[in-house]
């Protein structure tokens, strides 16, 4: 034993450059690891007799989300596509959070049809709704459309959300303080709002189209949050970080993207981390009195300037709702 380690005493003593230049390397990157992970929240709020409902809970962030403000004592509904996958995750929330009061519900955010179908059949079976979370998306797909002909992206990411939440919310009224929380994303900063080609028919770029999509959530946050001044309800958006989840499937497609991603996975969230700030802005009671604003590892954060174009806002209100049938 006394020989083997002196071995290593020797080994360390000739290379000692080498093994501080590993050492320091190593807490270097745990330490990078460790700022990548961002903001937790350390709220403590209950929520016992509330009301939540989460598009796109049966993966990801959003079930993440789901298991706390379960664990906060909330009825959960779960609004998703797949109803198999959905009843599954219904059951994992349940035994990870030790809540039954987990509801599944089919939600389509691509049909119209579906969307005007839950929002019914919330108002008819809940009595109230304290937070509605517009968690559900899809990113950089090919060109499709949604059942009613709209860019996919722009569909499911915006417009399924926007017609939701107007159709919830003298629920979200009849039940202040409640609060509505879309689910951003940093890409909003490059992204531009095509009013002339909305449905980028001329152009199709999945990029382009993501960008657009994330800027319009935040768009509708500010318009919403101006519209609902004095009502008691409150919105908030937010970038939950680069999250290793389902919604990159089409980004991801490609193998020789996967390995020159690979080398970064070590730096990306995981989807509880990832989840820290949806659940921040839908329980932090210190936000009680802010609305509109954007948030981005449980902290505030200045959008970008075309983000906070308040004209841009009330225009994509009024083209939203003309296509949604609102107007």
Known sequence: ??????????????????????????????????????????????????TVLITGANTGIGKETAVDLARRGAKVILACRDMGRASKAAEEIKKRSGNDKIVVRRLDLASLKSVRALAKEIQETEGRLDILINNAGIMMCPKWQTEDGFEMQFGVN????????????????????????????????????????????????????????????????????????????????????VISTELGRH????????ILFLPFTFFIKTPWEGAQTTIYCAVEGSLKDSSGLYYSDCAPKLAAPQGRDDAAARRLWDLSASMVGLA
């Not at 980004?251 to 996967?258: A, I, T």
């Open 1 to 50: 034993m006394q020989v083997y380690t002196k071995q290593v005493v020797d080994f360390v003593e000739e290379h000692r450059t080498a093994c501080t230049v590993v050492l320091v390397s190593g807490v270097g990157l745990f330490a990078l690891r460790r700022w990548m992970a961002g903001g937790v929240c350390r709220s403590k709020a209950l929520l016992d007799g509330k």
């Open 158 to 241: 915006h417009l399924g959300h926007f017609l939701l939440t107007n159709l919830l919310l003298d629920l979200l009224k009849k039940s202040t303080p409640s609060r509505v929380v879309n689910v951003s994303s940093l890409a909003h900063e490059t992204g531009k709002i095509h009013f002339d080609d909305i449905n980028m028919d001329k152009n199709y770029n999945p990029h382009t189209s993501y960008l657009q999509s994330k800027l319009a959530n935040v768009l509708f946050n500010s318009e919403l949050a101006a519209r609902l001044k004095g009502t008691g309800v409150t919105t908030y958006a937010l970038h939950p970080g």
């Open 251 to 258: 980004f991801f497609s490609q193998l020789w993207k996967r």
